[in-house]
């Protein structure tokens, strides 16, 4: 694998490489990447995608009275990744109610205060955090739980491990699989969660990166002086040779980090991604669990060589120069043994990750891949970066390579899926924590949220325009669904007392609108059909029918749709793919529809039996995540549509298109079964047996209330159907 390999032979003259070697495969490899995903498009995309889950994650946290500040970083983020890289998405959790001191003169009245202490025992990256009286800038004397450390001289530091303790206990109830690595606690190996505070100041550890010389003349001074207002984190961390790991805190720099790949091109990403192939398919399997390279090593070349490199060097007919300059420079790192921090120069990242032995065997494969002039690439597999480096040396049938256009495509789907999940579940949980209030005090509720959203309590820095600008955006969009729920509340009021729907009322309805193509329309048609206007909302139903074509997504955030693995329609992902770099596309998804218990006399009277299903212990029986709506009516919107129309042409008396609308109830959870587009099916089936009853078939309606039983035998409304109608037979 690792040999001379026949990608080297038609540039071979007499043994040695030719000149323009590097240059004809450079450009080849650059198409290769493309071809992979490594595009500016599709890393706009990525990036635009993720810094939106992040202020929208943010926003919500704020709105449910948490004080954290939620940030995303690494490959997903940065755009630094391929399909085939299986990549997670790691974010942390900035606690922002927590004031990081330098000195004693930082102390704040009113916050958590605590004092960065550089112990003795600490390494260059490392440091103590002591705790604080709350009334004062005075050390802590008494320790008040069990994460208050004292150590021999009677000081108290907070101990790293609450965020790993409450996750343990978070999983273990919940019976989810617990996934630890380094500071990260989470239950899914797609992602890392972790815990941290902000420091607002950088360490003297920082201070020698802003003075050094830089041949490439990067990062500039702008951007050196956009770095040191950024701060840097304290993550729960401890040294891996530390005997007081327990107490000590990692200084990490992420958001330098971040800002730094940020200002990278196309080029340098490029080079980025790789090395990061290099490491995961070569370098890797090659030591064999003897040590282990990380992305972050390879993220750390990459900032060394481009701060090092001249800026004529980064072009794309010198892109295999610039990778074996990277590899010659972590190369050299394994002689010396000290593979240094970008911006702590002084702190090893070789520590706990190679020790002499291994950093042995790293340097024997990075001399192959050097002295072989990169030919291993020809054998990475992931993404089949080999197959296409050698499709256009050599004419031979390919059959396994997938155009760009199906895996930009690919990846956009993804995307949009991803980001629209995730926007649900923050919509779920804004609403979850008003879900005991009573409907008057729901409206106002969601009133106060709609007309005095708290973001100004989210801190932004400079560098951080752009986020300020989601921000906005995503207050919009919040404020857009809510409107959707406080107009359905507050009609449902309406018609539960018999009086007239205000003029507010259809004001939040019409701004409601753009959620999405049907969500809030369904329940506009809902609400008129509990009314009695059954023509009005025939009317409506049309209107969704004819937006919802073959290139709509259903989308659900109710912990349905699994959105690493959920397939997109390929109508959708091509029609995403041909818009914006938002890839949301709000004209193009449909959410399931919403009902909560307080918008009760919005809803058709046998839907309503989906908010009473949990007997019992029955609610214990659920995921958490789907018992924070255990109390609403929720179904897919493409049944409901066909539903409503079925209830509205029998008001209407028109039997033919009652009919049609039965038949195409049907097929669409038929449909939505075959394409992945139906995730609240036993809700799907209760409604198609409910028109199977009012056509007279109580049979057919009891097979299919069993059906339903069947798939699911707890929290099922169906157990109630099935009482009902077996006691009326």
């Known amino acids: ?333 394994t002689i010396s043994g000290h593979c240094p921090h970008y911006i702590m120069d002084e702190v090893n990242l070789f520590d706990g990750k190679l020790n002499s032995e291994q950093r042995d065997s790293l340097h024997a494969i990075l001399d192959i891949i050097i002295d072989t002039h990169l030919a291993p690439l020809a054998s990475v597999e992931t993404d089949n970066l080999g197959v296409r480096l050698l499709h256009n040396v050599y004419t031979v049938a390919i059959w396994d390579m997938t155009p760009r256009r199906t895996v930009n495509e690919g990846i956009t789907g993804f995307l949009s899926v991803h980001g629209n999940v995730k926007y649900l579940i923050n919509v779920r949980l804004v609403l979850n924590g008003a879900a005991d209030r009573s409907p008057d005090e729901l409206c106002l509720y969601l009133h106060s949220l709609i007309t005095d959203l708290p973001l100004q309590q989210i801190h932004r820095h400079r560098s951080e325009q752009a986020l300020c600008r989601l921000d906005a955006v995503n207050r919009d969009n919040l404020i857009r669904y809510l409107q959707q729920h406080l107009a359905s509340t507050a009609a449902s009021i309406c018609l539960q007392h018999g009086t007239q729907l205000g003029t507010r009322i259809w004001s939040w309805y019409s701004s409601a609108m753009d959620t999405d193509v049907a969500s809030t329309r369904l329940k506009l048609a809902s609400m008129l059909y509990c009314k009695g206007d059954l023509q009005m909302a025939a009317d409506v139903l049309e209107d969704v029918e004819r937006r919802y074509d073959s290139t709509v997504q259903a989308m659900c955030g109710c912990g349905r749709m699994d959105a690493f693995v959920a397939k997109p329609l390929k109508t959708f992902s091509e029609a995403v793919n041909e818009e914006n770099i938002d890839v949301l596309s709000t004209n193009k998804v449909a959410y399931c529809v919403r009902f909560l218990p307080q918008e009760a006399f919005c809803v058709p009277p046998n839907l309503q039996c989906e908010m009473v299903w949990a007997v019992g212990d029955d609610i214990e029986h659920r995921i958490r995540i789907e018992r924070d709506w255990i109390n609403w009516a929720v179904v897919d919107s493409r049944p409901f549509l066909y539903y409503l129309q079925y209830l509205a042409f029998r008001g209407l008396g028109l039997r033919h298109r009652q009919l049609q609308a039965l038949r195409s109830l049907g097929v669409s959870i038929r449909d939505g079964i075959r394409h992945h587009q139906l995730f609240h099916l036993e809700t799907a089936t209760h409604i198609h047996a409910h028109c199977m009853e009012m056509e007279n078939r109580p049979d057919l309606a009891l097979r299919l209330y069993q059906l339903s039983q069947s798939i699911m035998q707890r929290n099922n409304a169906a157990n109630w159907h099935i009482q009902r109608l077996t006691n009326g037979l």
């Open 1 to 333: 694998m690792l040999g001379d390999s026949i990608l080297l032979k038609p540039f071979m003259m007499n043994g040695y490489v030719s000149g323009w070697f590097y240059d004809v495969m450079s450009l080849r490899l650059i198409a290769a990447l493309e071809d992979m995903g490594v595009t500016e498009l599709i890393v706009g995309r990525r990036r635009h995608m993720f810094l939106q889950d992040e202020s929208a994650w943010s926003v919500t946290d704020k709105l449910s009275g948490l004080n954290i500040v939620v940030y995303h970083f690494g490959s997903m983020t940065e755009g630094t990744t391929t399909p085939g890289m299986g990549s997670d998405i790691d974010t942390l959790h900035c606690h922002d109610v927590v004031n990081i001191m330098s000195g004693w003169p930082e102390w704040e009245r009113g916050r958590d205060n605590l004092l960065m202490v550089k112990h003795e025992t600490c390494s260059p990256q490392h440091y103590r955090l002591q705790e604080t009286r709350p009334d004062l800038p005075l050390p802590l004397t008494q320790p008040y739980d069990e994460y208050c450390v004292t150590d021999n001289d009677g000081k108290i530091y907070r101990s790293n491990k609450l965020s790993e303790h409450v996750t343990t206990r978070v999983v273990a109830g919940d019976n989810l699989p617990y996934v630890h690595a380094g500071p990260s606690h989470s239950w899914s190996e797609m992602l890392d969660f972790v815990y941290a505070y902000r420091c607002r100041k950088l360490p003297a550890e920082c201070d020698s990166w802003f003075t050094r010389s830089r041949p490439g003349q990067w990062p500039t001074q702008e951007m050196l002086q956009v770095a040191r207002e950024l701060g840097c984190f304290l993550i729960p961390d401890g040294h891996c040779d530390s005997e007081y790991s327990s107490v000590e805190w990692r200084v990490s720099p992420s958001l330098i980090e971040r800002h730094l790949m940020f200002s990278m091109g196309i080029i340098h990403l490029q080079c980025y991604v790789t090395l990061k192939l290099l490491k995961k398919d070569t370098i890797n399997p090659y030591l064999n669990g003897n040590g282990k390279l990380t992305s972050f090593h390879c993220k750390t070349v990459l900032f060394y060589a481009r701060e090092q490199l001249l800026p004529e060097m980064w072009t794309v007919d010198r892109l295999f120069d610039c990778i074996i300059y990277c590899l010659k420079l972590l190369r050299d790192w």
